[in-house]
């Protein structure tokens, strides 16, 4: 439940009323809107709570039941969006942010000059797989550590951040060291036990639906990371699985004002991965920004005929320069 | 297969070719791309062809093999994209066409009322049911020929065009008497008998994507009635059936760009059915623009919760104003 | 919704009290468990309704609502299942149905081949599609007439019922001529006028299942035809479409015992069309008789590799003969 | 690649072999099928691989390019069933294996009782979750290892094999500790760290279906755990997700033989989690045994209305032993 604070409440206020809460073993987020403070109150299944005990603690003007199962990720807990700072980038906050760089990792020169292109063109983003999660036991796993360091370096030649997948518990710490932001991939948003790891980093976390995950699966296993801890998740729709496989997967744009209705977390589009044909991902990019899209994740290679994983859906840095200029001016209209 | 005819040869050459085919008893569709007639060349799956004896017929340059399953509609038969002109009304020329009015015809009045209302945007298409096909019995069916009446006086009288559903080969002359263009629903997209009725009146059809249809399936359709007779066909995406509930549909707009180079026809883009909520019906319109649609199919009610069809994912006049006018400004910039 | 009448109320007091009904401008439905008179009273959704009126009709004992959308093939309407007698066959009544032959009518002797064969093995329903839904147009699209004429004669011949698939409004008349049962194909599922056609005939009639039906469009599918006359419908699962392309279709065998729940109507599973490769098909016929189901529409061709259509999923008079018995020995146990 | 060794040649003579491929940096599985050795070689995408050169090895008789994606889970490898042994139980020898148990392990009586009813019907193996991947944080996680224990205390004392799933690589070692069989669920079939991590721990591996999972998708998954090492691996059919939202998921049973003719390995069906209502998973249980399946999942639970998770898709022990004396009575007629 929310306990609504007074709007005359300071943090201090708010702070006092926390400690008193977790003296009573009860689990607390706080968040502010307007001026005032709202504290989410998690409690354990078995917990039984007195609602009136609560509305006479000093400062509560009122409490307010979750609506949603996802409680955290709502706009009930949380009405105005959420901005991610991350040094000079801020995320949600009306701009829009590209993600870009390879789906693998290959070499260090490979990352390099991605790197360059795309800081040339006001990318902030670096992105690039190391531990690579693939369908197939003999496809190429990834460069792994050597990989982050690549990208991390890079990224930081060119005043750049840098984002990479973690796919396991074991490997939160390593990737947590070298990148801004943790990737979850598609095929992990609902290995559970590692949404719980990534949580407890508190770096911010990029979330990819699942290809078979609802908006409220989706948005549950968001809880899962800020339950833990870390309130800067950002949603990502990358294409769900359905019956239509002349694209790799289908885009499904519509979850993008239904997200933003639903949650304050900012939300992400992958063009990339979801039509899986680089010909078509800039108008789905165009898509995308043009029904609200907070940023954009975009697979781009130097040569991607030459590259080791998914080179027939990323673009080349003159695509994706072309491809950026238009989408910066679709969202000057919106 | 496809015959193409040498530069040199004229329209008259053309038809003297096709009248020759047509004494073999082979059915043929003529095309012209780039100042160049192309002829398609149908034949029944049993009669044997020869085709050295066609590439040595008068004024044939060279045979191609059809490469799809689908022959009229693909791009191999026709490279330029098809421009449906209806009266003043020009589809699929670059320019974004807007298709309104209301899911059901009521009343006269409603119908009137929207008719000015959309025309005074510049809306030269009204569109409104009058056969509907409702999923259940006991569901409001429609107004019949009269709600025709009705929408074909409202378009007249507001110098529009109108379009229509049809839903059965008994009605297909009736509603032809009355609508610029056809529709045929999703529910009917495989409706073999209706998709050859259609066609053979050879009025422009819009026919919408099949809940359950492939893209394949989607254009083998459009085949249905482009054999028939009727080339100028507009393809509409309304969504797809998929595992998530929470909008009505899934719009997958990728559809758009794949659907744009696997055919020469246009591609029209419904969002109200897709989403089912009205107030995320612009957002999705944007994205349909950026993504290049040639037009949008939109449901406009003067009063939406008095609807007695779909009345949640109806725009009022005013909110189709302020998202008709910012789709234009999108579509300048592409 | 639904009057319940007196147990003492006799078949005549019913008819008097529709009568009265009709008078009211009411349409009625009338059935009848354990001996006693149920009337469904089907009413325009603007006419008001006065309840209490209706309770204190003579013989009503009390009133209920209907539970869900679908009406007359809810179990709210009619308790006991659906047994459908055609002649000496009954179909529902717990017994095991079987329908079987060639998905096209190709040739004369091909369909009396095939009857010959499968009356030697006890199947009493011959199938055979004359009039065909071919998702391309250049594929076989069936005799039309001439194949109802050789499918007609060759199960009389062999004291068979037959049944075959309406595509149209316009053909209904001349398909019911010629056969016991019509078929409503998956891609006419809400081909409503269709529905409604068929069920003014009067005949048995078997709906697919869409290949994007949920249960509940399945069921006020069948409504359509339910209110337009014909009691005597059939469901008929044969696969939906999924994200699974290696099948055809994918099974949904809970469709089985969930459909025998939620209505009265006898559940028929066509493992063919469903599975689209023969050496698979018996494996899922045991599982659709272990699971309840009340028949199996089969595709049974004397030499499935000269097939004009969808040979690769049809079985030998041989590969039936065997599983048909393995079929009656499973369903034996159950 | 496989080598297919020559009649004559003895298990000495192929470990000699191996010895020498694994000299070049090769890495081998061996297999026997109809007393003859096959060995797979799977080799680094950037191996260079002189064909030639082997087929000059000592006793190799001819070489043989896999047609598949996955390699050890195909028939291409291993031909002849893969049948499981664990102590006195075999899976997919030809008889039903029943694994049974609640969905979570609440308490050490309810576990105790649950061994018990089962272990009097015949049923070997238990089941039980320790570890609970739920799609909400705010719901029961589970025991963990206290769960586990009762688990296996409670498998021993009634002479059963215990199975329980494993979410985490950081819990396999402790999971593999108690349990006899380590179960993979259908949200981590693609966390590709977890499977590879219980691959090396060689115990027997039950691996569930992802919802999103196509057949291919799913055998390499399997692929990940037979190439880390393990053998004994179980594929279990637990339902996809579709449109159809009536039921939990979509029992997709066409996987049964589908799975069985492109893989050796044995198919297990989880009706349970499939359908989700236990009143329709005996029907279901039915079906799956027709159809093939080697073994039945079913939640079982000795008060189905108290159970913390999952309790409307349990069996009470009674109802379990009326489909499983039925399930036997199937299968002795297949």
Redesign the interface.
């Known amino acids: 439940m929310l306990l609504i604070l007074k709007p005359q409440m300071t943090k201090t206020d708010a702070n006092e009323l926390i400690a008193r809460l977790a003296w009573m073993n009860l689990k607390t987020f706080i968040t502010e809107d307007d001026n005032r403070y709202c504290i989410a109150l998690?409690h354990h299944?078995d917990q039984k709570i007195n609602l009136e005990l609560f509305s006479e603690l000093p400062g509560v003007e009122k409490i307010v039941p979750f609506k949603e199962?996802?409680?955290l990720a709502s706009r009930n807990f949380k009405r105005s969006r959420t901005i991610i700072e991350i040094g000079p980038v801020k995320i949600g906050d009306g701009s829009l942010t590209f993600m870009a760089g390879p789906c693998s990792i290959e070499t260090e020169q490979q990352v390099y000059q991605t790197a360059q292109a795309l800081a040339s063109q006001g990318v902030k983003i670096l992105r690039g797989g190391a531990f690579k999660?693939?369908?197939?036991?003999?496809?190429?796993q990834g460069l792994g550590e050597t990989g982050l360091d690549y990208l991390s370096k890079a990224a930081k030649a060119h005043n750049m951040l840098c984002i990479s997948e973690v796919?396991?518990?074991?490997?939160v710490e390593i990737v947590a060291k070298y990148v801004d932001i943790l990737q979850i991939g598609a095929?992990?948003m609902?290995?559970?036990?590692?949404l719980k790891a990534v949580g407890e980093i508190k770096k911010p976390v990029l979330l990819k639906r699942?290809?078979?995950a609802?908006?409220?699966?989706f948005l549950?296993?968001a809880?899962?990371i800020l339950?833990a801890g870390t309130m800067e998740v950002m949603l990502c729709e990358r294409g769900?699985?359905?019956?239509?496989?002349?694209?790799r997967n289908?885009?499904?744009?519509?979850a993008?004002?239904?997200l933003q209705?639903l949650s304050h977390l900012p939300v992400i589009v992958d063009p990339s991965h979801?039509?899986g044909m680089s010909?078509?991902v800039p108008?789905?990019a165009?898509?995308?920004?043009?029904?609200?899209a907070d940023g954009l994740l975009v697979e781009v290679h130097p040569e991607p005929n030459k590259a080791l994983c998914d080179g027939q859906q990323s673009l080349t840095p003159d695509e994706f320069a072309k491809m950026a200029k238009?989408c910066m001016?679709?969202r000057e209209?919106?």
């Open positions: 998690i299944p199962r996802f409680k999660p693939r369908t197939s036991p003999y496809d190429f796919m396991d518990t074991k490997e095929r992990n609902q290995n559970f036990s590692l699942g290809m078979h609802t908006y409220h699966d549950l296993a809880e899962y339950t769900i699985r359905t019956f239509e496989g002349y694209t289908t885009l499904d744009l519509s993008v004002p239904v209705e979801a039509v010909r078509f108008k789905l165009y898509a995308a920004v043009a029904c609200g238009k001016q679709l209209i919106l």
